[in-house]
């Protein structure tokens, strides 16, 4: 079983850090990434999912750590979880099982993607701010292309994927579950 160690991670705290600008706390980190590595290094593959990983959230405060460091250490330390995740049910439930939950996944965010223009998402009200629709349907149809031909996406450009607010837009937890799908699938097939 090859794992991807997550030690550096965690060895490489102290981030740098923001300055006079908001940063991750820097104690909500360090425990973050302490109990990721205990996790990691106990092999108990369910005390902590790459999916908590992923959703990791901390709060903002001046002279925290980067913002942009801490989370492309996160992505990091998620594709170990997922990596680990990958291997412990490929080895008990199996090759084809395992294929098959992962190709069902794809399917029903596919299908959602596929939806016309401007309508692939719920909206918020009129007078509510959701995503920009043109935005998120620009990066629909490049997921898309990529569940459905291979086109070239990396996980890393899923997470890192920002959208502008409108009036009227897109629900906002509906397509950061969508996109947190995505990251899933191309995870589980490494």
Not at 5 to 13: L, N, S
Not at 70 to 93: K, M, Q, T
């Amino acid at each position: 079983m090859t794992e991807t160690p997550i030690h550096d991670e965690v060895a490489a705290t102290p981030f740098p850090t923001s300055g006079r600008a908001k940063g991750y706390e820097k104690r909500a980190v360090d425990v973050f990434l302490a109990r990721a590595r205990e996790v990691f290094e106990s092999d108990d593959v369910g005390a902590l999912r790459s999916s908590e990983v992923r959703a990791a959230a901390f709060p903002l405060v001046r002279g925290g750590y980067s913002v942009t460091a801490v989370d492309a250490a996160l992505g990091r330390v998620e594709d170990a979880f997922a990596a680990r995740e990958r291997e412990h049910a490929l080895s008990n439930l199996g090759a084809r099982a395992w294929v098959a939950e992962t190709r069902d996944t794809a399917q029903v965010v596919l299908d959602r993607l596929r939806r016309p223009r401007g309508a692939r998402f719920e909206r918020v009200g009129i007078l509510h701010y959701g995503y920009r629709v043109d935005e998120v349907d620009v990066v629909a149809d490049r997921v898309a292309r990529y569940l459905a031909a291979g086109d070239p996406v990396t996980p890393e450009q899923v997470r890192s994927v920002a959208f502008r607010m409108q009036r009227g837009g897109y629900r906002e937890a509906q397509v950061d579950a969508v996109l947190d799908s995505v990251v899933e699938v191309m995870l589980a097939i490494g």
